[in-house]
């Protein structure tokens, strides 16, 4: 067992934050890592030191292994945690980590491996028990094969690279007569994304609800399941609302795909936290694919379970078995997390820039995750998230009007940002009652927004 004194931080904004708040109550001193237009990050604030480690551009910077690896021998960090995003499913990055007997707080790169490849996923996933949504047995080479295979499914079928991530190189085909295109497509796009063309098939599901088990493993055969997350609301395949415990979800089905999840956990000596992603429909749990990090939603999972998962994370990296066992986890309430972007409606479209004024709702049941600050300049080099706010209460309906409460203290002046979108959801009758599938949101702002 290792005891960390002090941990480097690859990553920036939110995340970062919110890992070193974690070692700070823990006693662990933190590095944090930044480009060069991120001097002024509350990141760099906050940690006990800082190494700049590249121009900003994220391919130079928080994307640069041999600057962390440099980062870390310098300040003699003994683990690296990687946030979410950046590094944080990167194998290579583990290994070389390895190599040099830096700890990464996070899976073992044969894990990551395995679950980045989403093939070899889905097989596992068959392997553990889980179920997964009907589609094609591995790689399908060519478009005879890809024929075969929907005629054997049925239409609408959606081709997927295995590769894939972030919702790119997907491609649906209604009938047979889109089968060729919706192929071709598929592959070239899998192709430039991921410089992998393998392709795979499954059914599309017409109706299906996000539901996400997270999981943590101690990577010592001991695994638990923290209940689901319904991550439906989404644009582009982006979530933008979250919360726990999944609004459609009952007690019976929580307990039973949960135990699935964590038995499958066990099983393959998983270590750290983990999220197992599925479509849910007609009562049925479809896996789509398993994320090996912390996820942005996270906050949402502590609220109803009163613990901190980042903690727990940098615990089994030291060695230590998980804080709390299956039946010390039990559901308190609900928790909802809206996702706020710099981004000016609605069209989507970066707004970086200074912020004049931030002001942080509070009371009780509010959380904010955020690193903003008053004066701060928003760089225009990296993801738009530039804080999420978290509200737990002891139903759901609680929750909402909690949320529409905190919503209102907000302000965030100087950039446009995605709140008017959240006030506006936050009154259609759908978000209020829960009933929302994955494609309720762009149909939304088809009919809203266009
Ligand atoms: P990525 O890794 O690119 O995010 P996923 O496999 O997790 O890809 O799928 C992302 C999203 O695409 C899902 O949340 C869902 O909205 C949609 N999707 C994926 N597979 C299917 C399917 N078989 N049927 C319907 N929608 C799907």
Redesign the pocket.
């Known amino acids: 067992m290792a005891h960390f004194d002090k941990i480097l931080i690859a990553n920036r904004g939110e995340i970062a934050l919110r890992v070193i708040r974690a070692a700070r109550e823990m006693g662990i001193k933190t590095v944090a890592v930044h480009s060069t237009a991120d001097v002024d990050a509350m990141h760099v604030r906050m940690a006990d030191e800082s190494v700049c480690i590249g121009p900003p551009s994220g391919t130079e910077s928080y994307l640069s292994i041999p600057a962390i690896i440099a980062a870390c021998e310098i300040t003699g960090a003994q683990a690296v945690h990687p946030g979410y995003g950046f590094l944080s499913e990167n194998a290579n990055f583990v290994q070389i980590l390895e190599d040099h007997e830096i700890t990464f707080i996070g899976p073992s790169a044969e894990h990551i491996r395995m679950m980045g490849d989403k093939i070899t996923a889905k097989e596992t996933a068959i392997n553990l028990g889980i179920p997964v949504?009907p589609g094609s047995e591995g790689g399908v080479p060519d478009i005879v094969a890809a024929r075969k295979a929907a005629a054997e499914m049925g239409y609408p079928v959606?081709i997927?690279a295995t590769a894939?991530?972030?919702?790119?190189g997907?491609k649906v085909a209604e009938t047979e007569a889109d089968i060729e295109m919706a192929f071709s497509t598929a592959r070239s796009e899998a192709k430039s994304a991921f410089g992998n063309d393998e392709v795979y098939m499954?059914?599309?599901?017409q109706t299906?609800r996000?539901i996400e088990v997270q999981v943590f493993g101690d990577g010592q055969g001991g695994g638990v399941h923290l209940a689901e997350r319904d991550c439906s609301l989404?644009r582009r395949?982006q979530k933008v609302f979250e919360e726990a415990p999944g609004p459609c979800i009952t007690p019976e089905q929580r307990e039973k795909i949960g135990s699935i999840c964590a038995n499958a956990i066990a099983e393959m000596g998983y270590r750290g936290a983990g999220t197992i992603?599925f479509?849910f429909e007609n009562g049925e749990f479809y896996f789509?694919?398993m994320n090996t990090r912390l996820q942005v939603e996270h906050p949402v999972t502590e609220a109803i379970f009163g613990v901190d998962l980042v903690r727990e994370q940098i615990r089994v990296a030291e060695g230590m078995k998980l804080s709390f066992g299956q039946k010390d986890l039990e559901v308190n309430g609900h928790a909802i997390e809206i996702r706020i972007n710099a981004e000016r409606l609605p069209n989507f479209a970066p707004c970086p820039g200074k912020v004049t004024q931030y002001h942080v709702p509070g009371g009780l049941g509010v959380r904010m995750d955020s690193a903003l600050y008053d004066g701060y300049s928003i760089p225009p080099y990296y993801d738009s998230l530039i804080g999420k706010l978290i509200v737990h209460g002891r139903d759901r309906p609680e929750a909402l009007s909690r949320l529409q409460r905190a919503l209102g203290e907000l302000i965030v002046d100087g950039v446009e940002t995605t709140v008017p979108l959240f006030h506006a959801l936050l009154a259609e009758p759908d978000v209020l009652s829960g009933n929302y599938d994955?494609h309720w949101l762009e149909r939304w702002l088809d009919e809203n927004m266009g």
């Open positions: 949504v959606i997927k894939g991530g972030g919702g790119r997907m499954e059914k599309y599901l299906p996000h989404q395949h992603e479509l789509i694919e994955i």
